[in-house]
């Protein structure tokens, strides 16, 4: 089952795995960096609550004209292999 890990440091990345080594082979595989990189680049990593970190999509509420949001938790599931959801980066 995957769980949301949170690389937190100057910037948050979150990424889909099942556990703390897969998600840093997961963000190493998908930024093309090393081990020290991420060493050097996050104070944190933890497992949050998927259902707690919102993303935004490219969709737009027609009646509002806001950005329609999604949670975590809705782009894992039915999930099994690890993804970078996203990036404060970004």
Not at 33 to 45: K, N
Not at 46 to 74: G, I, L, Q, R, Y
């Amino acid at each position: 089952m995957l769980k949301l890990y949170e690389f937190s440091g100057t910037e948050t990345d979150w990424v889909a795995a099942s556990s703390e080594d897969e998600a840093r082979d997961t963000m190493m595989s998908h930024y093309g960096i090393g081990p020290d990189d991420i060493t050097g680049s996050y104070e944190s990593i933890s497992v949050v609550d998927p259902a707690e970190v919102e993303f935004f999509t490219d969709k737009v509420n027609v009646k509002t004209e806001e950005t329609v949001m999604t949670t975590a938790a809705a782009m894992m599931e039915g999930k099994t292999k690890p993804f970078v959801l996203g990036s404060t980066y970004q």
